[in-house]
């Protein structure tokens, strides 16, 4: 994934007041319900709010319906868009950009995935500060201009993370499994591009970019913090205000799943091989996800928690760390089983692991599900113990079209899954006989 560029302001101020509360606060946030608000702006912005006064701070992330799969067939063009975004304004070059946010102990962020580009601002809410952050904010995202010194520069940063990826098994191990899991689907590429891609994005791409795919109506915006509801509705409508109006783009068209196992070996000069195995999961706001979600933690998901770990590694010490995940996207993610071993024990731990799959799709111990729903179900408001934790989740929440009340019906959903839940949702949308494995090493 692109690396987010970000200023960071390392204040006296602001790291006194997080110091301060922090610990004071933690038991109260910890607890507290969080009250998602959400409306949409004159020029077609969805907002999403939390009201959050524990702290005197703001949380901003604006979402843009801009990731990698609106690169057409110029790969990178969404990461290289979001990475150029707070180089420069029509007034202000990059070091004055950098200047702004620091001097008032503010911070900016932004990055690219494949779903979406995303641009955070965090500030102190005391009006005089807030007020300057934001419209520096606002000016980076509104009034970007792509310089064609700092294309140049980006362009060779991008051109070498992508050489070094020839001399990364792990990375070249990422970029077959999403290749071959997704051909001809714009999930399928790189999200930075390759070097033949990057090479072609010139100035008047990025800019077309930009304009076609950052505007208000495909636009989320969240807001987290000490501000009422009146006051983020003015935010956000100066936000939305400031972007062009544009047109939403046409939903990503559905992949197709493999029909039969497919096997990718990439041999490697090193010691290690990287092992995956994977399938289509399913797309956010699945009726699966919870039993899917709820099960993944038994069988590899919460580490010694876990049958693969407990089947590779510790009966057999086959590998450091094995683990298994879903990543729901607009469209079906993945579901990625991945380890790396060393190359004379590479065939061993595949059949370890396709065992363990097989079984656990049969049957598991009702007791350890209790174990894993407890754990889930106790530490749940930990995941909800920040305003940047909180901004996280409901910025996915408005993308995704997620129902206001996800945050509090999770854990009383995951309460309520039964073995048989489980086992009935793994069965529906796991296929173990229609899996891509990968290998990239020397697998012995």
Do not use: C
């Not at 604006?62 to 799969?69: E, I, L, P």
């Not at 996800?289 to 709820?294: E, G, Q």
């Not at 060393?342 to 111990?365: G, H, I, P, R, Y």
């Amino acid at each position: 994934m692109k690396q987010p560029q970000i200023f960071h302001a390392r204040t006296s101020l602001t790291a006194a007041l997080l110091l301060f509360t922090g610990l004071l606060l933690f038991s109260q946030m910890s607890v507290a319900a969080v009250k998602i608000e959400s409306w949409m702006t004159p020029q077609g912005a969805k907002v999403m709010y939390v009201y959050s006064p524990q702290l005197p701070m703001l949380d901003i992330e604006v979402s843009f319906d801009a990731g990698s799969t609106r690169d057409g067939q110029d790969w990178g063009l969404a990461a290289f868009t979001a990475g150029l975004i707070g180089t420069a304004t029509s007034t202000q070059n990059e070091n004055q950009i950098a200047d702004s946010f620091n001097r008032i102990g503010a911070q900016f962020g932004g990055s690219a995935e494949r779903d979406r580009a995303s641009f955070s601002l965090r500030t102190l809410t005391r009006q005089d500060v807030m007020q300057q952050a934001f419209q520096q904010y606002l000016m980076v995202l509104s009034e970007a201009q792509f310089k064609p010194e700092i294309i140049e520069r980006e362009r060779e940063r991008l051109l070498l993370g992508i050489k070094q990826k020839s001399v990364n098994p792990q990375a070249m191990a990422n970029d077959l499994l999403w290749a071959n899991l997704y051909p001809n689907h714009p999930y399928g590429h790189p999200t930075s591009g390759d070097e033949k891609t990057v090479m072609g994005l010139t100035a008047k791409k990025i800019e077309q970019f930009y304009r076609q795919y950052y505007s208000a109506n495909n636009a989320v915006i969240s807001i987290v913090g000490d501000v009422d509801k009146a006051r983020a509705s003015e935010l956000a409508e100066q936000l939305a205000s400031h972007l062009p109006q544009g047109e939403k783009p046409k939903a990503v068209s559905a992949p197709q799943a493999l029909s039969q196992a497919k096997k990718i070996q990439q041999t490697f000069a090193s010691s290690q091989t990287y092992y995956s195995l994977a399938q289509l999961g399913i797309e956010r706001g699945n009726k699966d996800y919870v039993p899917l979600f709820v099960g993944n933690h038994l069988f590899g998901g919460s580490g010694f928690g876990s049958y693969l770990m407990e089947e590779v590694r510790e009966k057999r010490g086959l590998v450091y760390s094995v683990y298994s995940y879903f990543a729901p996207m607009k469209q079906p993610g993945p579901f990625i089983i991945g380890l790396s071993t060393k190359n004379a024990s590479a065939k061993e731990a595949e059949q370890v692991v396709q065992e363990t799959l097989q079984n656990f799709m049969q049957d598991f111990s009702e007791e350890r599900l209790q174990a894993i729903k407890d754990n889930l179900i106790g530490g749940w408001p930990l995941r909800m113990d920040s305003n940047s934790k909180i901004i996280g989740y409901i910025s996915m929440i408005g993308f995704y079209g997620l129902p206001l009340d996800y945050l509090d019906a999770f854990p009383e959903q995951i309460a309520k899954v039964s073995k048989q839940d489980v086992l009935q949702a793994w069965q529906r949308q796991i296929q173990p006989d229609k899996m891509l494995t990968v290998m990239v090493g020397q697998p012995q």
